[in-house]
């Protein structure tokens, strides 16, 4: 919206002072439409500064009730109750006089065409703030050092114009409140609607009602527990649904990653994939080849595995593919690998693993998408898991978090894979919700399946009729069992599960 100092300079800004016109004459005559008008504006929308004002008194009008005998009505937004307004505000002489919203109130002889005149009035808007995002972005490329943080602020500022979200300053909860309620009655109508992104592990999706856009997810376990291994499996199952997934790793190769997901989707093991014998012959190479054409022609994913990769090429890459192709969720192995913008040499490294962690938590909003961050736990988790049978104290703790307590502050949702070893060798491995910002904690019993690099739960083996040998059988007399789906049973040595130590 420019102001008097700027009409000189912003003479030839995209405009339309009839569209403006035609729009709040709209809310003037009809009832109808008038909420529907309101709440796709804002004031700064407006070419003209009057045109503002009155806009404003429209809206704060709009919000505003009435006692009627024993109910509370919305206040209608007519020529009376604006001119009432901008005269008890101090603002009439402002915007003309009465004569000028007269002139607004007969401006049309209808309103029946005004989704036009509104999307007149907000392209013209749009126009404007990408020249004034355009002026900017050439001021930072005659002043910043470098030409990397010239075109992350160019990207970030024109998605945000192309999603329509902006800083808007304080907004009245008021407002938010009444959208709230809405989707609260969505959710009672249909409750499946609201349901984030499954990740297969259905008891951790009942817990959290699945991932939602604007989480920031940190998977923590100590080296060679399977981080990486149980990230792929949740990117295996959501790109199966259809969904768009970029991965970002920066200690294993796309190849790795490929060969990981075709083991798991085909069921051949990892080993033989790696040195190429297959028991099997054709018929694993057939089982492969089956993997393969459901990647390529069902499943969206995209890798990037540059090693030194910031947390602003991600934002930038991640910017361009929602644009492009949509995205749904973004994965990052992992946190402690990554280098800040702003790591010099003598930066502290806890804080520069705090900046990484704030910029993926803003990430994830600005994007509204989960992004899960896979990150390393401290050697002190390991011993303490060591004496835990001893000591009583094996699980991790949101504190063992390695590097920075700040992972533990933005994150939404944080998750440790904790793995016990008994006496007899067998090891046990559970998914712990540390901390859920939304929701409750709990700890989930997952089972490994090493040869094909793989984490389950009860569900899966049950829905697979896989079955364990005596050494994996829970202490539990009855197995779980998903909903119409087979049971499971012990077997003898040497079944399909191997309890292999998983790689990240």
């Not at 065409?113 to 404007?128: G, H």
């Not at 190429?276 to 054709?282: A, R, S």
């Not at 694993?284 to 990769?309: E, F, P, W």
């Not at 704030?358 to 998408?369: D, H």
Request: overall charge negative; hydrophobic content about 35%; proline content about 3%.
């Amino acid at each position: 919206m420019p102001t008097k100092n700027d009409r000189a300079t912003l003479v030839a800004m995209p405009n339309s002072v009839e569209a403006e016109q035609a729009v709040l004459c709209c809310i003037l005559r009809d009832s109808a439409f008038q909420a529907d008008i309101i709440a796709a504006l804002k004031a700064e929308d407006f070419y003209q500064t009057n045109h503002a004002v009155i806009f404003e008194a429209m809206k704060d009008i709009n919000l505003q009730t009435h006692r009627a005998g024993d109910e509370n009505k919305s206040n209608t937004v007519n020529i009376a109750s604006v001119i009432d307004y901008l005269r008890r505000n101090g603002k009439l002489s402002d915007v003309g006089d009465i004569d000028y919203i007269t002139r607004l109130n007969d401006f049309l002889p209808g309103t029946a065409n005004y989704d036009e005149y509104l999307s007149i009035v907000l392209r013209a808007s749009k126009m404007r703030q990408l020249i004034r995002i355009c002026g900017e972005v050439t001021q930072k490329a005659r002043s910043l050092g470098s030409a990397e943080e010239a075109i992350t602020f160019a990207e970030e500022e024109i998605f945000k114009l192309s999603q329509g979200g902006s800083d808007g300053g304080l907004v009245s909860l008021a407002d938010e409140t009444s959208k709230a309620l809405w989707q609260i009655n969505e959710r009672f109508k249909n409750p499946g609607q609201f349901r984030g992104i499954q990740t297969g592990f259905r008891r951790f999706d009942r817990l959290t009602n699945g991932l939602h856009g604007g989480e920031l997810i940190v998977l923590a376990a100590r080296p060679g527990v399977g981080k990486s291994a149980l990230a792929m499996n949740i990117v295996e199952h959501v790109a199966k649904q259809g969904k768009t997934v970029a991965v970002f790793s920066l200690e294993m190769s796309n190849q790795q990653l490929i060969e990981r997901l075709l083991s798991s989707m085909s069921a051949v093991p990892l080993e033989q994939i790696k040195s190429g014998q297959f028991p099997g012959g054709v018929a694993d190479l057939s089982k492969l080849r089956v993997a393969q054409d459901t990647i390529c022609s069902t499943m969206h994913l995209y890798g990037n595995d540059y090693a030194n990769i910031k947390p602003s090429e991600i934002a930038s890459q991640c910017r361009r593919l929602k644009a492009q192709k949509g995205l749904d969720l973004i994965v990052i192995d992992y946190i402690q690998l990554m280098t800040d913008n702003g790591g010099g040499r003598d930066s502290n490294r806890q804080q520069e693993v705090a900046n990484i962690s704030r910029a993926l938590k803003l990430l994830a909003k600005e994007l509204n998408v989960p992004v899960i961050a896979l990150s390393q736990l401290k050697r002190d988790a390991e011993i303490r898991n060591i004496k835990g049978s001893k000591e009583g104290g094996g699980e991790p703790v949101l504190s063992d978090l390695r590097e920075s307590g700040a992972i533990e502050q933005d994150a939404d949702i944080v998750l440790f894979i904790h793995k016990e070893t008994d006496s007899s060798g067998a090891s046990k491995f559970n998914l712990i919700i540390a901390k859920h910002r939304n929701g409750e904690t709990g700890s989930i019993d997952i089972r490994w399946l090493g040869n094909i690099v793989r984490f389950v739960d009860e569900d899966y083996l049950a829905k697979s009729g896989i079955r364990l040998p005596d050494a994996e059988k829970q202490t539990q007399e009855q197995p779980v069992e998903s909903e119409g789906e087979p049971e499971y049973a012990a077997e003898e040595e040497g079944s399909f599960i191997k309890d292999d130590k998983p790689e990240d």
